[in-house]
Antibody
Framework: QVQLQESGPGLVKSSGTLSLTCGVS?????????WSWVRQPPGKGLEWIAE???????NYNPSLKSRLTISVDKSKNQFSLKVTSVTAADTAVYYC???????????WGQGTLVTVSS | DIQMTQSPSSLSASEGDRVTITCRAS??????LNWYQQKPGKAPKVLIY???SLQSGVPSRFSGSGSGTDFTLTISSLQPEDSATYYC????????FGQGTKVEI
């Protein structure tokens, strides 16, 4: 059974950097899947943020691209996200998810709430 | 970028009703469209993939149809446990979700 678990600070100061890590178990980060981040502001809908393949290929949401970095650590079977210059608009539940080769988000982490404070 | 538009944004129906949610893509996405159910405080769960294929373990009252730009999720007989928010997601290019449809019973 594939399991994903997000970790990182729950509170980040405005203009700072948000850093999250997703640990993967039950599957190899080097498998033929994409590893993604999706966020959900309180009371709002889902927003895809970024994805990475173990080969190093990555894709970013164009509206956020300039502030995002996604990376993979094969030795630890995990992947990470950094969001720079955060504002209150970045306050959200951040989910990591596994996306299959045909584009289905079939496994998700439980989500972690990140609050940006002034 | 491909934009996804769902309608309605919310609906209220009775147990046993047939419910239909619509999702429209800003350009053709063939059949690369998935549907998810999300309950409060939980991660989304895939219901339908490739527009019309039922994910393993999902009740058969859920069905999907469509291709190109227009897609539909149907719940044939609404059950109390179907109270949730439903999202479409295109997989034709970099992922994008619809804005969601909240279903109340």
């Amino acid at each position: 059974q594939v399991q994903l678990q997000e970790s990182g600070p729950g509170l980040v100061k405005s203009s700072g950097t948000l850093s999250l890590t997703c640990g993967v178990s039950g599957d190899s980060i080097s498998s033929s899947n994409w590893w993604s981040w999706v966020r959900q502001p309180p009371g709002k809908g889902l927003e895809w943020i970024a994805e990475i393949h173990h080969s190093g290929s990555s894709n970013y949401n164009p509206s956020l691209k300039s502030r995002l970095t996604i990376s993979v650590d094969k030795s630890k079977n995990q992947f990470s996200l950094k969001v720079t210059s955060v504002t209150a608009a970045d306050t959200a539940v951040y989910y990591c998810a596994k996306k299959t080769m045909v584009g289905i988000f079939d496994y998700w982490g439980q989500g972690t709430l990140v609050t940006v404070s002034s | 970028d491909i934009q996804m538009t769902q309608s309605p944004s919310s609906l209220s129906a009775s147990e046993g009703d047939r419910v239909t949610i619509t999702c429209r893509a800003s350009q053709s996405i063939n059949n690369c469209l998935n549907w998810y159910q999300q309950k409060p405080g939980k991660a989304p769960k895939v219901l339908i993939y490739s527009a019309s294929s039922l994910q393993s373990g999902v009740p058969s009252r859920f069905s999907g149809s469509g291709s190109g730009t227009d897609f539909t999720l149907t719940i044939s007989s609404l059950q109390p446990e179907d109270s949730a928010t439903y999202y479409c997601q295109q997989c034709y290019s970099t992922p994008a979700f619809g804005q969601g449809t909240k279903v109340e019973i």
